[in-house]
């Protein structure tokens, strides 16, 4: 179960960051109400905490607790232009869809990462502040593999995709991102490690992601409509039944000299070596492989594989 998220220290300072309010579930479609949607979309977020902490834990090896705070309904640019904190922000695709998610992460738990990476504790007082060291550029990638696994798993709740890490900006001036509709949804996610406290990531996605992904979803109210008609399938069937398709085998194509073909007679046998690979040609096309042989005193024709 996922819970409401609570402002948290971002290191030991008595800086915080913005958290915001309650989602709005109304006029998610540019149509008219929908709240399919959003219901659709909690079933990611209840799946996300656990995947999250499982492949961060692994990565930075070191043992943490993470939460994930209900998504809220935000107009972009005022999320964005609320971020006040040191974070880089990646960027992650899902399945073939244009519309990005986007990750921020805190560069508080970026550094913390790298310090229990290499063997550290992280003691609520690290910073790091201007110009990406490489120790923080290569672990971004890392945690881009990580958070795409997490989001992969979550995201098997509704479909069957793959997220993937694609970039990462290290301003949030350097983000732009092309919506029809402006608002997204965000979901603060807090971490303790070693028993401090950071407002660690947010995750945003968009609107316009999951109305692309709506056609995809077993919706309730379409199940009627996917229900097979058992009368149309009947006759499906039985025309089915209907169609006759010429099959045939060649047992062997000998080949002989052109006087030996002059002379054959009424009565001549040719050898045929055995094999198990005669062809099953249905129309022109090669069906099967197989092998001929005997059963209940007739001959018989036994597949050994399909084409």
Not at 18 to 43: C, E, R, T
Not at 53 to 77: N, Q, R, T, W, Y
């Given at each position: 179960?996922?819970?409401?998220?609570?402002?948290?220290?971002?290191?030991?300072?008595?800086?915080?960051?913005?958290?915001?309010?309650?989602?709005?579930?109304?006029?998610?479609?540019?149509?008219?109400?929908?709240?399919?949607?959003?219901?659709?979309?909690?079933?990611?977020?209840?799946?996300?905490?656990?995947?999250?902490?499982?492949?961060?834990?692994d990565l930075i090896d070191c043992d943490m607790k993470l939460e994930v705070g209900d998504s809220a309904k935000s107009p972009f640019k005022d999320w964005i232009s609320g971020q006040a904190t040191m974070s880089v922000y990646l960027e992650f695709q899902l399945g073939a869809l244009e519309s990005p998610i986007l990750v921020r992460?805190?560069?508080?738990?970026?550094?913390?990462?790298?310090?229990?990476?290499?063997?550290?504790?992280?003691?609520?007082?690290?910073?790091?502040?201007?110009?990406?060291?490489?120790?923080?550029?290569?672990?971004?990638?890392?945690?881009?593999?990580?958070?795409?696994?997490?989001?992969?798993?979550?995201?098997s709740a509704l479909l069957d995709t793959t997220v993937r890490y694609s970039g990462c900006a290290l301003a949030k001036d350097d983000i732009e991102l092309d919506m029809d509709d402006e608002n997204v949804l965000v979901s603060a996610i807090s971490v303790q490690l070693s028993g401090h406290?950071?407002?660690?990531?947010?995750?945003?996605?968009?609107?316009?992601?999951?109305?692309?992904?709506?056609?995809?979803?077993?919706?309730?109210?379409?199940?009627?409509?996917?229900?097979?008609?058992?009368?149309?399938?009947?006759?499906?069937?039985?025309?089915?039944?209907?169609?006759?398709?010429?099959?045939?085998?060649?047992?062997a194509r000998p080949t002989m000299q052109l006087s030996e073909l002059s002379r054959l007679a009424v009565g001549d046998i040719l050898p045929v070596a055995p094999t198990d690979n005669v062809p099953l040609i249905v129309g022109d096309r090669v069906f099967a492989h197989g092998s001929i042989g005997e059963q209940n005193g007739g001959v018989a024709f036994k597949i050994k594989n399909f084409l």
């Amino acid at each position: 179960m996922t819970k409401s998220h609570t402002s948290l220290t971002d290191s030991g300072t008595a800086a915080t960051e913005n958290v915001i309010g309650s989602a709005n579930h109304s006029l998610l479609k540019k149509g008219g109400p929908d709240d399919i949607l959003l219901l659709a979309y909690k079933k990611v977020e209840r799946k996300l905490e656990s995947g999250l902490k499982v492949h961060l834990s692994d990565l930075i090896d070191c043992d943490m607790k993470l939460e994930v705070g209900d998504s809220a309904k935000s107009p972009f640019k005022d999320w964005i232009s609320g971020q006040a904190t040191m974070s880089v922000y990646l960027e992650f695709q899902l399945g073939a869809l244009e519309s990005p998610i986007l990750v921020r992460v805190a560069r508080t738990f970026l550094n913390a990462s790298v310090d229990c990476f290499f063997g550290g504790q992280f003691d609520g007082e690290a910073q790091s502040t201007g110009e990406l060291k490489k120790s923080e550029i290569a672990m971004i990638e890392r945690l881009g593999g990580a958070i795409a696994t997490g989001l992969s798993q979550a995201w098997s709740a509704l479909l069957d995709t793959t997220v993937r890490y694609s970039g990462c900006a290290l301003a949030k001036d350097d983000i732009e991102l092309d919506m029809d509709d402006e608002n997204v949804l965000v979901s603060a996610i807090s971490v303790q490690l070693s028993g401090h406290p950071i407002a660690a990531f947010d995750v945003i996605q968009t609107l316009d992601g999951l109305i692309a992904i709506e056609p995809q979803l077993n919706r309730p109210h379409l199940r009627e409509v996917n229900e097979v008609d058992p009368i149309w399938k009947a006759d499906l069937k039985d025309s089915v039944e209907q169609i006759y398709l010429p099959v045939r085998s060649v047992l062997a194509r000998p080949t002989m000299q052109l006087s030996e073909l002059s002379r054959l007679a009424v009565g001549d046998i040719l050898p045929v070596a055995p094999t198990d690979n005669v062809p099953l040609i249905v129309g022109d096309r090669v069906f099967a492989h197989g092998s001929i042989g005997e059963q209940n005193g007739g001959v018989a024709f036994k597949i050994k594989n399909f084409l």
